[in-house]
Each structure stands twice: as structure tokens, then as C-alpha cells.
């Protein structure tokens, strides 16, 4: 029983002649009643919903019974926020047409929290790339087109030592853009009718959770390996990518990555990250002792590995990360030296989620979907070639296939 609930029973029940003093004594009472639903009527009318959970149920009533709240605001296919419309006979529906091609947007709370355990497992958004918002379907982004410093730098910028009284000497860059679009990230999970109304708020973290990785995995992969046709273009698909030539079959040995290090452009080593499939591991932490630099000690000083946590490993003074969306042992981009922050994201649409009572209707299970709009591109157009020095760079290199 709510505090409405009992005021009304109070007016039907009591005699309009009540004296002031029992009215008083009834009014202390009701502001005492029930403090709980107190605080969670009090988060209804903020617009808020206390748990995760009571997001996914509310999703649930109104795509399975049309049950309005008034909390949940409806994303279409065009990224346009609408509140469900209730009809005559109360039950809510969304606007014709967009119905089954948006979601509803995921509270900002939550939010905060599945991104929150996406980045926990993300390589490129955990790695400083550049992040734009996109206001539109489509955003063009400039960039300085520079392939080569041996007569100008940054795309066609070339300085004169002048001499007093003379005349300068033009110069003028060459521009581009990057056009990004928006692609459509989605993934679904399935979650029982019972688990779901029984178990909210111990689900909740779990859900969480699954949505954030999910989302972070297939983000991520496509960021780094992605085709450009419906997805984003990856870094192992890049223009600017430079690919090194490995030494020996199945290995990586100390020579590929000084290798790999001298083709990284020089102002960039300092922010690159190294990124390796987690089979390299044991043939970096073994790295045959002929192709490795040694101290006074003879002990290894290229790569610091720690044992007890072998995510936190450092090679030439650089973080190393170990992931199973990294090519296979010995194929090419199994090891790649990267910076990220020469990769641009744009982010079009927030995380939404929508649910679907008729895709497992015979068993007792319900659909949640999850759904983003995002694409992402390298910025440079391809690799530099240096002032002096024939071997290009750039801030993309990757060890090449076995041989």
C-alpha cells in the first residue's frame, strides 16, 4: 500500500466530523508510512529508476503489455528521442514507423557503468584515441595529407630563411577530410521471465556487465581489424599501416621489434602501445638470448614482464598488451606496434537496449538487445617518408606473415 493508497482508505472510512486533533495525529502518521516507497516515489518523480534492473523490467512492460512509464525515452533509426504516446485505453505505444528499428536510451548511470566495464577490456578507447561526437549520420573531419618531409612538412608547409628587406616565399598545405559514417553495432542476449522478475538486483551487476564487454569486444575488434564495408575501417586494414618483415618463421625475435620500433614516427613512440596475441608471450618472455640486448648481469632488459600480472608488461619501455582480437601466431599483425591516438572514433548514438518477448516465446525467455552507432578510421592517409632515410613511418607498424 502506497501513501495515496492510505490517505484514500482514511477518507473513505473516517467520518468528515474528525476533530483536529486525531486529523493531526493522522497526518504525523501518514508522513512516517512506508519511508521506502516514499524514497522510490520520490525517484519516479525525479525520472530516475533506482537499479538497472527496474530499467530492463519497465523496457519488458512496455513491450510486452504496453504498460506506460513515462521514465523511458524511445531512440530511432534517426537518433530522434520521443516518449512513448499512452492511448485511450492506456496502454503505450511508440511512434509508427520506428517501433522495431530504435531502442530505449540507457539511462546515463547505467550508462557510466557498462562503459565502464567495456574499457576494462577495450584496447583502442582504453589507449586515448581521438573521440568525436557526430551531430549527424555523417561527419567529415579534416587532416593534413603528408606522405613525405623531403622538401615540406605537415602536408606541403615549407619554411625560407629570409634575408631583411626580401620578399617572403609562399607556401600552402595540402588538406583531406575523413568522412565518417555511422554503423550500426548491435548484440542481443537472452534472460529467463523468472530470473529476471525474481532476481533483479542480483542480475543487474552480471547484465551489466555482459552488455559492457560485449559491446567493448565487437567495438574493438572492428576498430582494430574492421573492413571499412558496413563496420568501421581497422587499423590492420590501413593505408598508412606499414608491415615489417618478420625474421624468423613462427617467432618474434628482438630484431622484429627494433625493427618495428625504428618504423614507428619518432614524436609518436613515447604515447604507442605494443599489442601482441596472447600466444607471443611465452616466445617474448623466452626471447632467444642471440636476439636480445643484456646488461651487465646478462639479464634481459627489452622486455619486463611481471609474473604476477602478466597484463602489466613493458617492452622497450613501452606498455604491452596481450589480446586474443590480434591476428594468430605467425599470421601477419599477431605483434603491432600502434598509436592509437592517430585513430579517430566518431560516436553518433548512445548505448540503447530494447527487449523481445517473441523470439524465444515457447520457452520462457526474453531478448534484450543492445544497440550503438559509431564508426572509426586512421587518421593518416599512409606512411611519411622522412627528410633523410629511405624507410618510411608511421604511426601504425605491424609484424609481418611467416614466410
Do not use: C
Amino acid at each position: 500500500m502506497t501513501k495515496e493508497d492510505l490517505i484514500q482508505v482514511i477518507k473513505d472510512t473516517v467520518q468528515p466530523e474528525i476533530g483536529a486533533a486525531v486529523k493531526a495525529s493522522v497526518d504525523e502518521a501518514v508522513s512516517k508510512f512506508n519511508p521506502t516507497v516514499e524514497k522510490e516515489a520520490l525517484k519516479d518523480i525525479e525520472g530516475k529508476f533506482p537499479r538497472f534492473g527496474n530499467f530492463l523490467s519497465a523496457v519488458k512492460e512496455i513491450r510486452q503489455n504496453g504498460r506506460p512509464d513515462n521514465r523511458l525515452i524511445f531512440v530511432d533509426s534517426k537518433g530522434q528521442y520521443t516518449k512513448p504516446v499512452v492511448q485511450s485505453n492506456g496502454k503505450a505505444t511508440l511512434v509508427e514507423g520506428t517501433d522495431s528499428a530504435g531502442g530505449f536510451l540507457v539511462p546515463e548511470e547505467f550508462r557510466a557503468q557498462i562503459f565502464a566495464s567495456g574499457l576494462e577490456t577495450a584496447v583502442v578507447r582504453n589507449n586515448n584515441p581521438m573521440v568525436v561526437p557526430m551531430t549527424s549520420d555523417t561527419l567529415r573531419y579534416p587532416r593534413i595529407v603528408d606522405t613525405a618531409h623531403t622538401s615540406s612538412v605537415h602536408g606541403g608547409i615549407v619554411g625560407y630563411w629570409t634575408g631583411e628587406g626580401k620578399d617572403l616565399q609562399e607556401s600552402e598545405p595540402t588538406f583531406g577530410d575523413i568522412t565518417l559514417t555511422a554503423k550500426k553495432l548491435t548484440g542481443y542476449t537472452k534472460v529467463s521471465e523468472e530470473l529476471l522478475q525474481d532476481s533483479a538486483i542480483s542480475l543487474e551487476p552480471f547484465l551489466r556487465r555482459q552488455f559492457g564487454e560485449a559491446w567493448a569486444w565487437f567495438e574493438d575488434l572492428a576498430f582494430l581489424r574492421g573492413t571499412g564495408s558496413g563496420q568501421p575501417l581497422g587499423i590492420l586494414n590501413a593505408a598508412a599501416l606499414i608491415s615489417v618483415t618478420r625474421q624468423d618463421t613462427d617467432n618474434a625475435l628482438y630484431k622484429d621489434v627494433t625493427n618495428m620500433w625504428s618504423r614507428m614516427t619518432p614524436d609518436l613512440r613515447g604515447r604507442a602501445v605494443w599489442v601482441a596475441n596472447h600466444e607471443l608471450y611465452k616466445e617474448l618472455l623466452f626471447m632467444n638470448a642471440a636476439n636480445t640486448v643484456t646488461n651487465a648481469y646478462g639479464a634481459q632488459t627489452s622486455f619486463i614482464a611481471n609474473l604476477n600480472d602478466p597484463v602489466k608488461a613493458i617492452l622497450m619501455g613501452r606498455p604491452l598488451i596481450f589480446s586474443e582480437k590480434m591476428s594468430a601466431l605467425a599470421d601477419a599483425g599477431d605483434f603491432a606496434f600502434y598509436d592509437f591516438g592517430s585513430y579517430l572514433i566518431g560516436d553518433r548514438q548512445s548505448l540503447t537496449i530494447d527487449m523481445s518477448g517473441h523470439v524465444y516465446w515457447t520457452t520462457g525467455y526474453v531478448a534484450f538487445k543492445f544497440t550503438e552507432r559509431v564508426d572509426g578510421q586512421p587518421i593518416p592517409s599512409s606512411a611519411m617518408t622522412p627528410y633523410k632515410g629511405t624507410d618510411t613511418l608511421s604511426p601504425f607498424v605491424a609484424l609481418g606473415a611467416s614466410s
